[in-house]
């Protein structure tokens, strides 16, 4: 790829153009004069607007970014468009030939930059785009796999798609994982609960076994009781009224305990008028009725399609000409006709039947709420039958006792433990059938921690085969490592003037530098930063070397590359640009004329030079 004119309304360029010329162009401009805007603008006209870093390029006068770029692809000259439509800046694309406007094939707003550049967006700004304070090279996962591409076999070029198909059923079993064990939990409390309350209807049923024994032992004793404290023989009789004594605290307690139990089931033969099992019925006739208006629809809907299949059949037959061939445009119209109303009739029926499945849904609800109500009503029916009958027997003791039937409070302290206790276990019982059995829910249980033990299994070995593919691309970028080594190498040992003979670059980016003299490795940390600039300067252009190999031969763009190497690198610098620029385009912008005076006439150099005009500007 050739590139051969850029113009941009882009950051603080207004509608200017920028000529480039073939082999290298040396670009002088002033601070804020646009050599990073240019560089910007060609990534965005190459692989579309940035949305993370876009908002700085926006045009300081307030307009929509738009440009163009105009370039050599396939031995052709096209031109790139990028205009900004509503919400979406610079996202109208075309590509068109120059020589008759024809769009190019197959270049798209997404796939221009790889089609032109070779590399993707990452790669392409981590190799040959080397931007002004971004010269060291970052670890991205896509340069890791361009990088790797370049020496993996034919069936290997799979890896990434198998990577990522792993890594989402991986991501699918631990979700699912995650909601059976949520389950697998509610499951193992409620079976924890169930044996809990069982237990506890255990020992309720013990203590209402004992209780009613200690009752009849009492019963069975009022008598003798009763015989005992009989008064003795020519005792003087007992003054009148004392027959019948005022009531007591006792018999009154138990009288507002029997007002209380029968307001409280008052109160629930009103509340149960809701609750009915007309009500019920009601609802359960609604869903039958939803439900057969939608096997209806769906017979209607089926006697419509033979109705149109048959009208269709009429039509056919009305275009026949010799009685044996149709008109085809007749035919067409009659087909495409029936097919658009059996389509808008199929819409409008599923429309319907989502309408009624929705009632539907929400009727089973009510009707699964009702059912929980009339359930909790009986059971606390139950339990208030319970509490007036015991209040009901505590009354006439109570009764008796002042009759002097009873002449004593133990019985009547039995009667009143036995009716707790009865109420207590019938509470229990509502609750144990509340939850069900506990068989089913341990074979429920049992289900769910067989799956989930398996898509742990699935989980482990999901993990250990993306393991193996990351160790196996690992392994591919180890067999490029000696390759980029040894073109980095050769960079530095030319840049460096002969102070470094070789370079080591590791897992991540991370560069070593061998002294020419020998010695350990120098980590790239521990240099100067114009020693740091001539070590990843060697590195991107290794990169660059290695990643066009085979392909279209992308330009290589430096923005104020140099600034921090000293007159002697940085000329050996310009030599080695000049001699890249014999095999593809380089495009060099600088701040200072550094550049130009240590090149001096150079023919091979095409120069721009925008501080000229800037001084000259009064």
């Given at each position: 790829?050739?590139?051969?004119?850029?113009?941009?309304?882009?950051?603080?360029?207004?509608?200017?153009?920028l000529q480039l010329s073939e082999g290298m162009n040396l670009i002088h401009a002033?601070?804020?004069?646009?050599?990073?805007?240019?560089?910007?603008?060609?990534?965005?006209?190459?692989?579309?607007?940035?949305?993370?870093?876009?908002?700085?390029?926006?045009?300081?006068?307030?307009?929509?970014?738009?440009?163009?770029?105009?370039?050599?692809?396939?031995?052709?000259?096209?031109?790139?468009?990028?205009?900004?439509?509503?919400?979406?800046?610079?996202?109208?694309?075309?590509?068109?030939?120059?020589?008759?406007?024809?769009?190019?094939?197959?270049?798209?707003?997404?796939?221009?930059?790889?089609?032109?550049?070779?590399?993707?967006?990452?790669?392409?700004?981590?190799?040959?785009?080397?931007?002004?304070?971004?010269?060291?090279?970052?670890?991205?996962?896509?340069?890791?796999?361009?990088?790797?591409?370049?020496?993996?076999?034919?069936?290997?070029?799979?890896?990434?798609?198998?990577?990522?198909?792993?890594?989402?059923?991986?991501?699918?079993?631990?979700?699912?994982?995650?909601?059976?064990?949520?389950?697998?939990?509610?499951?193992?409390?409620?079976?924890?609960?169930?044996?809990?309350?069982?237990?506890?209807?255990?020992?309720?049923?013990?203590?209402?076994?004992?209780?009613?024994?200690?009752?009849?032992?009492?019963?069975?004793?009022?008598?003798?009781?009763?015989?005992?404290?009989?008064?003795?023989?020519?005792?003087?009789?007992?003054?009148?009224?004392?027959?019948?004594?005022?009531?007591?605290?006792?018999?009154?307690?138990?009288?507002?305990?029997?007002?209380?139990?029968?307001?409280?089931?008052?109160?629930?033969?009103?509340?149960?008028?809701?609750?009915?099992?007309?009500?019920?019925?009601?609802?359960?006739?609604?869903?039958?009725?939803?439900?057969?208006?939608?096997?209806?629809?769906?017979?209607?809907?089926?006697?419509?399609?033979?109705?149109?299949?048959?009208?269709?059949?009429?039509?056919?037959?009305?275009?026949?000409?010799?009685?044996?061939?149709?008109?085809?445009?007749?035919?067409?119209?009659?087909?495409?006709?029936?097919?658009?109303?059996?389509?808008?009739?199929?819409?409008?029926?599923?429309?319907?039947?989502?309408?009624?499945?929705?009632?539907?849904?929400?009727?089973n609800e009510e009707l699964e709420e009702r059912y929980l109500l009339l359930e909790?009503?009986?059971?606390?029916?139950?339990?208030?039958?319970?509490?007036?009958?015991?209040?009901?027997?505590?009354?006439?003791?109570?009764?008796?006792?002042?009759?002097?039937?009873?002449?004593?409070?133990?019985?009547?302290?039995?009667?009143?433990?036995?009716?707790?206790?009865?109420?207590?276990?019938?509470?229990?019982?509502?609750?144990?059938?509340?939850?069900?059995?506990?068989?089913?829910?341990?074979?429920?249980?049992?289900?769910?921690?067989?799956?989930?033990?398996?898509?742990?299994?699935?989980?482990?070995?999901?993990?250990?085969?993306?393991?193996?593919?990351?160790?196996?691309?690992?392994?591919?970028?180890?067999?490029?490592?000696?390759?980029?080594?040894?073109?980095?190498?050769?960079?530095?040992?030319?840049?460096?003037?002969?102070?470094?003979?070789?370079?080591?670059?590791?897992?991540?980016?991370?560069?070593?530098?061998?002294?020419?003299?020998?010695?350990?490795?120098?980590?790239?940390?521990?240099?100067?930063?114009?020693?740091?600039?001539?070590?990843?300067?060697?590195?991107?252009?290794?990169?660059?070397?290695?990643?066009?190999?085979?392909?279209?031969?992308?330009?290589?763009?430096?923005?104020?590359?140099?600034?921090?190497?000293?007159?002697?690198?940085?000329?050996?610098?310009?030599?080695?640009?000049?001699?890249?620029?014999?095999?593809?385009?380089?495009?060099?912008?600088?701040?200072?004329?550094?550049?130009?005076?240590?090149?001096?006439?150079?023919?091979?150099?095409?120069?721009?030079?925008?501080?000229?005009?800037?001084?000259?500007?009064?």
């Open positions: 790829m050739i590139l051969h004119r850029m113009k941009a309304q882009f950051g603080p360029l207004r509608g200017e153009t002033p601070n804020e004069g646009g050599k990073s805007s240019w560089c910007a603008f060609l990534s965005c006209m190459l692989y579309g607007w940035d949305e993370e870093e876009g908002a700085q390029w926006l045009p300081w006068d307030g307009a929509q970014p738009e440009g163009e770029l105009e370039c050599s692809y396939q031995g052709e000259r096209i031109l790139l468009r990028r205009r900004s439509k509503q919400g979406a800046p610079m996202g109208r694309f075309s590509a068109v030939f120059l020589s008759d406007g024809r769009a190019v094939p197959g270049m798209t707003a997404a796939r221009a930059g790889e089609l032109l550049t070779g590399v993707s967006r990452a790669v392409f700004l981590r190799s040959v785009l080397i931007q002004q304070g971004q010269l060291p090279v970052e670890e991205h996962r896509q340069l890791a796999q361009c990088m790797a591409a370049l020496v993996s076999t034919e069936g290997s070029a799979h890896a990434p798609a198998a990577q990522a198909a792993l890594q989402r059923r991986r991501a699918e079993a631990q979700s699912e994982s995650n909601t059976l064990a949520e389950e697998a939990r509610r499951l193992q409390a409620q079976l924890e609960e169930l044996w809990a309350l069982g237990t506890q209807e255990q020992y309720a049923r013990e203590g209402l076994e004992a209780a009613r024994e200690r009752f009849f032992q009492e019963t069975a004793e009022l008598p003798l009781r009763e015989e005992s404290e009989a008064p003795p023989e020519g005792a003087e009789p007992q003054p009148e009224g004392a027959e019948n004594p005022p009531p007591d605290a006792a018999q009154q307690q138990a009288e507002a305990a029997l007002e209380a139990a029968r307001l409280r089931l008052d109160a629930m033969e009103e509340e149960s008028t809701r609750l009915e099992e007309d009500a019920i019925r009601e609802v359960e006739e609604q869903i039958s009725i939803r439900e057969r208006e939608i096997r209806q629809r769906g017979w209607s809907f089926f006697g419509f399609c033979l109705l149109a299949l048959v009208l269709a059949v009429a039509v056919m037959a009305s275009t026949l000409v010799d009685l044996e061939q149709l008109r085809p445009a007749m035919l067409a119209a009659a087909v495409c006709f029936v097919g658009v109303v059996v389509l808008l009739v199929g819409l409008i029926r599923a429309r319907l039947d989502r309408r009624d499945y929705r009632e539907i849904d929400q009727l909790t009503w009986d059971l606390e029916w139950e339990a208030a039958l319970l509490r007036e009958e015991a209040a009901r027997q505590a009354l006439e003791l109570l009764s008796l006792r002042r009759e002097g039937l009873a002449t004593t409070g133990e019985w009547m302290e039995q009667a009143r433990l036995l009716a707790q206790k009865e109420a207590h276990l019938a509470l229990l019982q509502g609750r144990l059938r509340g939850l069900g059995e506990a068989p089913q829910v341990e074979a429920q249980l049992l289900l769910l921690q067989e799956r989930l033990q398996a898509l742990r299994r699935e989980e482990a070995a999901l993990g250990i085969a993306l393991a193996a593919l990351l160790e196996a691309e690992q392994a591919l970028c180890g067999r490029l490592s000696p390759a980029l080594n040894e073109q980095a190498g050769r960079y530095l040992a030319y840049l460096s003037g002969g102070a470094y003979e070789g370079m080591q670059v590791e897992p991540g980016f991370a560069v070593f530098l061998q002294p020419a003299k020998g010695g350990a490795l120098r980590p790239r940390a521990g240099l100067s930063q114009g020693m740091r600039d001539m070590a990843d300067l060697s590195l991107r252009l290794a990169l660059a070397d290695l990643l066009v190999r085979g392909g279209p031969a992308c330009p290589l763009i430096l923005d104020d590359a140099l600034l921090r190497l000293d007159d002697a690198a940085c000329l050996r610098a310009l030599k080695l640009f000049l001699h890249s620029a014999e095999h593809r385009q380089l495009i060099l912008l600088s701040g200072q004329r550094r550049e130009a005076q240590l090149l001096g006439e150079d023919t091979r150099l095409h120069r721009q030079d925008f501080l000229r005009r800037e001084s000259a500007a009064p």
